[in-house]
């Protein structure tokens, strides 16, 4: 049997914090009446039915704690039921008397909003999908609260920002449809838990926000095939572009001196020449063929200097000249035919 000691100041502000299922006890104690000493408390509960008994029976849900709370969560209290909570100060030996407070989960704890909301778009409507707030054992409230239902509060959310009107519907259901919305605006829901038996009432949840859609007007289709076939255009042309100047970078860059056919090659003149006429040697790469050495007309006219062609007989003369006007056309198509 504990003896209570009349100068052990007991607890105060007894108050039970609730949510749904879940309580916890919370109390106040003033720590100077123990001086250096720590103490501790003692928590126990009864069914009020127990207390009309000569010899209640009281559980106890924490012994000596040295906290300021205890939670009865696990406790085993029936939502329905009326309890009496009670708890004590421990110090040194000595026991004050008990503070109790009466509590009844059904009235007295509070109820959560729903545990998660999710709106879409279907269209132009706006699908709005609730789940239940749940109890300490992670099943809905509504095996408690029967008659739970939400009060849903939506607005349209203007583009420059300013308040509108809210609209507020109630509905029992966790799945809804809200069909008298715009197309293409942006609207923001809150919801609530709602019990009308002890009228209670959760807090909203977030807003949360999302636009409706709707038929697709024929000058943003056309605008988008269009903005779309332009950068087609655009994306070939610059392909086009690159493979170009990859083309000539690459030719200058590994075939620096093809002008003439592949098996060609173009050299400068050698060997000196008595004129302002250069030759062209041309050999034939890939073969072991004489150099072929093609001249233009007035390089093959050309004559030594120390011989006066006015003194060659006339016949001669014009013999020479005819014979380099032909022998070049000869050797320029054999070039090429090489």
Known sequence: ILISEAGLTPPHDLFMLTLNTNYTLTWDWDQ???GSDSATFTVQYAGNHQLKKRNPKWT??????????CDLTRSGLNYLGLYTVRVQTNLNGSHSVW????FCPDKDAAIGPPSKVRLGV???TLDIFITDPQNSSNNSMKEQLHKLYYEIVYWEQPEDGKGSMTMTMTTDVTILTLSEVEPWTRYC???RSRDDFYNKSSTFTPPLCIQTEG???WWKIFLFFLLSLVSCFLVVLLFLYGSHHCFHVCKATFLPNEKLPSYFKEVQPSFPTDGDYPCLIVSELDQCDPVMIV???????ETNPAVDSA???AGLDQDRRSFGVHLAPFLLRSAGGI
Do not use: Y
């Open 99 to 102: 503070k109790s407070i009466q």
């Open 311 to 313: 003194a060659l007989p």
């Open 60 to 69: 106890t849900v924490c012994a000596e704690t040295s906290g300021r709370s």
């Open 122 to 124: 279907s269209g132009s």
């Open 295 to 301: 001249c233009p007309e007035s390089a093959l006219l």
């Open 215 to 217: 038929v697709v007007p």
């Open 189 to 191: 829901v809150q919801i």
């Open 32 to 34: 100077s009446a123990a």
